[in-house]
């Protein structure tokens, strides 16, 4: 659900105003759809970030064919299991880069911010396929727990080490990058529960050739499994609460409400909503009434001020207007319990109230 639009083009606030010049406050109406934009830092920094993510993917590539080669010798379903997740590092490595490329794509059409949440559906295809991926893994440990075969402990032993060794670089390379981004934050999660995986499996391999009990190879592999059970919903939940607009992490809608109703001349403010264009990019809209006779565009550069400071909101529609709070001039804008909007959207905030009252 994209806002490729103003926030009131939908009938919501379409009301009719004259011509309005920014420097002259002696009338009653203002209808402001203004738009902070300053100090704009979206998305990551694209070429430094590709650098590394590219040299993590060289990494896991190359080893990944090794370890498949060494897990159908040794009958490992530790190893295997590795390999798989690793393939799923390294796609989820190439969605990251396929992802930075369209979001670095200015606004076309109606895409009016342009292709930045593809950065949000590589996040999210990566959780996916780690939860898919589990379920297959999760399945095949428990058949082997059942029926344990012969397992080749000193190969899964050397090549578990040998894994550490590659995650970690590959790790301390993503993690160069921008993990600010979700995309670049699901990559690096699907390489960090590799070197746990890893480190598991090496476990086992000990385990295996000091005691010949290969029952410890399926066991590492559930261990993997619900590592990336956990990795896979964290994933999934934080891009959907993205695509669902939710507010982002650490913004109260009903506080920042509060907060921009007890500011000096506020009167209202209602359909008040906080979402994320992409990880890392907060946007903002609201209406809000100003009281009759008072500067709308000083408010409006406060609430612009108090949104970038204290919220590091950069991206704000705001609708200013003057409250209809004059008995003998009517502007169209009541301040009171029936809505003057057709379609107004969530509470309404006042200063008098301190709290949301719909």
């Known amino acids: 659900m994209d806002h490729d639009r103003e926030p009131h083009e939908d009938g919501d606030h379409d009301h009719e105003h004259g011509d309005h010049e920014h420097g002259d406050h002696e009338h009653g109406d203002h209808g402001h759809d203004d ?17 590394w993510l590219s040299l993590a993917l060289g990494l896991i590539a190359a080893f990944m064919a090794g370890e498949v080669v060494v897990g159908l010798l040794a009958r490992s379903l530790a190893l295997l299991s590795d390999a798989a997740h690793m393939l799923t590092d390294a796609g989820a490595i190439v969605l990251a880069l396929v992802a930075m490329r369209l979001a670095a794509r200015p606004p076309k059409g109606g895409y009016t911010f342009g292709l930045k949440r593809a950065e949000i559906l590589s996040a999210q295809a990566n959780g996916l396929t780690m939860l898919l991926l589990a379920v297959w893994l999760g399945i095949e440990a428990i058949r082997r727990l059942i029926h344990p075969p012969a397992v080749a402990g000193g190969l899964v032993l050397v090549t578990a080490l040998a894994g550490i060794v590659v995650n970690l ?32 499996t090496a476990v086992a391999g000990v385990v295996m050739v000091t005691t010949g009990f290969t029952r410890a190879d399926p066991i590492a592999t559930l261990i993997v499994v619900a590592l990336m059970i956990k990795a896979g919903l964290e994933l999934v939940r934080a891009s ?40 890392g990019q907060p946007a903002m809209s609201a209406h809000v009434l100003v009281a009759e006779g008072r500067d709308c565009h000083a408010v409006r550069h406060a609430i612009e001020q108090l949104l970038r400071s204290d919220y590091r909101i950069t991206h704000s529609t705001l609708q200013v207007d003057h409250a209809d709070t004059d008995p003998t001039v009517s502007t169209g804008y009541e301040v009171g319990p029936d809505p003057h909007c057709a379609d107004s959207h969530g509470a309404s905030y006042r200063p008098a109230d301190r709290t949301a009252a719909t």
């Open 169 to 200: 670089a590959a790790a301390w390379a993503m993690s160069r990058a921008n993990r600010s981004s979700l995309n670049v934050e699901g990559a690096f999660r699907h390489v960090l529960n590799d070197l746990f995986a890893f480190i598991a």
């Open 240 to 279: 959907g609460r993205i695509f669902l607009e939710a507010a982002p992490s650490g913004i109260e809608p009903a506080a920042l409400g509060t907060r921009l109703a007890a500011l000096p001349d506020v009167v209202e403010v209602h359909d008040l909503h906080v979402w994320e264009i992409t990880s």
């Open 35 to 51: 738009h902070g934009h300053a100090g704009h830092s979206h998305g990551v920094s694209a070429d430094a970030d590709r650098r």
